[in-house]
């Protein structure tokens, strides 16, 4: 018997498409070597969680096939944008382009929670957070307790072998250094430690100003035209063309991305690596360290071997390099949106650490540094404030 016209199933109501968003899903091969490497598979074991099986759900939205869902976009929302599926991916799917489509697109269907919003709305005005986080220091509580402490210094030789150095290069004559947001205050000391080494090296270090936050905590919470404004007063700013040093590994693609053919960018520990063979620095006494590499600096950046070859020129020093057990759980404003997985991608770092013998713990993202700090007692540092204090 036919089913009457008023019951029979209906297609879900068409998303816009977007050829685009499209045509970058449609690179994946649906292959699953992906799986291993993302962290939030591994931590449900569900294909939602997966990046192919995201891609599956923001494609077949795209195309009209299925309507977005709560679920789905619950799904989206947990993915960390660590984007570890880029390195091993056969099909080279640019997942973190993907990412911050579907987010947007995602945005123009709802907008995140109010804490969220006022959070990304604070980071986009450096001028305005930067007080705040003056208030915080002298015993506000509405940061992670790591924000409220004066990191001390340490040490590092390495038990792995390391690639050979590249070819050095004379240094030039000036660099920029992109500041950001929350690291306009929490890393001043940083900038003056890369500074010192820029000096020591035969280069100085300018701040252009204008500048602000990179855009990448708007464009993953899918705000592109907050994004795209934050990328044009960085593209007036860094105008000169002079070189740009930066020292966050989450900020670094998207600074490239908004000064491509304006000026070129670079990973502060690249350019030291590469620039700085008349450094000499002192010896760490015996001095003990853990070192975490950032999501962002394995599989974006990758500066993982000129960090390992800087702090091997360090004499005396033993360095110990937390195992890869995944993010670490910031990823931006995760922390704050979803504190318990968080937390959970958190743990397995805190129990190497914690096994590591380390006095002190470099790691060279901002986020990571504010997550892990949050989680020990241990000082978390960035690289370079280690190697400045042990320039000789």
């Known amino acids: 018997m036919p089913t009457p016209p008023d019951l029979a199933p209906r297609a879900a109501p068409e998303a816009p498409a977007s050829a685009g968003l499209v045509a970058l899903a449609d690179r994946c091969v649906q292959c699953g070597l992906c799986l291993p490497h993302c962290p939030t598979y591994r931590l449900d074991r569900t294909e939602a969680e997966s990046p192919r099986g995201r891609i599956a759900y923001v494609k077949a939205v795209a195309q009209g096939r299925i309507a977005a869902t709560e679920a789905g976009d619950r799904h989206l929302d947990h993915c960390l944008g660590c984007r570890r599926c880029e390195p091993v991916c056969p099909a080279g799917v640019a997942y973190g382009d993907l990412l911050v489509q579907a987010r947007g697109a995602q945005f123009d269907r709802h907008k995140p929670g109010p804490a969220l919003r006022l959070a990304g709305w604070l980071l986009a005005r450096p001028p305005l957070l930067g007080p705040l986080l003056d208030l915080q220091r002298m015993g506000g509580r509405w940061l992670p ?20 150095p590249g070819p050095q290069a004379a240094a030039p004559a000036k660099a920029s250094v992109f500041v950001g947001c929350i690291a306009d205050r929490h890393e001043s000391g940083t900038r003056a430690g890369l500074a010192r080494l820029l000096t020591a090296a035969g280069a100085t270090l300018d701040r252009p100003p204008g500048q602000g936050c990179c855009g990448a905590a708007a464009a993953h919470a899918g705000d592109l035209a907050t994004a795209r404004r934050l990328a044009d007063a960085n593209r007036a700013a860094f105008a000169r063309g002079i070189p740009v040093l930066c020292l966050a590994s989450g900020c670094q693609d998207s600074v490239s991305k908004s000064l491509a053919g304006i000026a070129p960018v670079q990973d502060a520990l690249d350019w030291l690596d590469r620039h700085g063979h008349q450094l000499a620095f002192r010896p760490a006494h015996g001095l003990r360290v853990a070192l ?18 800087l702090l091997a020129r360090i004499p005396d020093l033993t360095l110990v390099e937390l195992p890869d057990t995944g993010c670490c759980g910031a990823a931006g404003l995760h922390q704050l949106a979803e504190p318990a997985r968080a ?5 397995p770092l805190l129990d190497a650490l914690a096994a590591s013998g380390a006095s002190e713990l470099l790691s060279a993202n901002i986020g990571c540094r504010l997550h892990l700090g949050a989680g020990t007692t241990m000082p978390v540092r960035h690289p370079v404030d280690f190697l400045a204090e042990h320039l000789a």
Do not use: K
Not at 145 to 164: D, E, N, Q
Not at 292 to 309: F, N
């Open 343 to 347: 937390a959970a991608f958190r743990a």
């Open 145 to 164: 307790g790591s924000l409220r402490r004066t990191l001390p210094p340490p040490p590092v030789a390495s038990s792995r072998p390391l690639p050979a």
């Open 292 to 309: 975490h590499l950032p999501c962002t600096q394995r599989s974006v950046v990758r500066s993982g071997d000129a960090l390992r070859r």
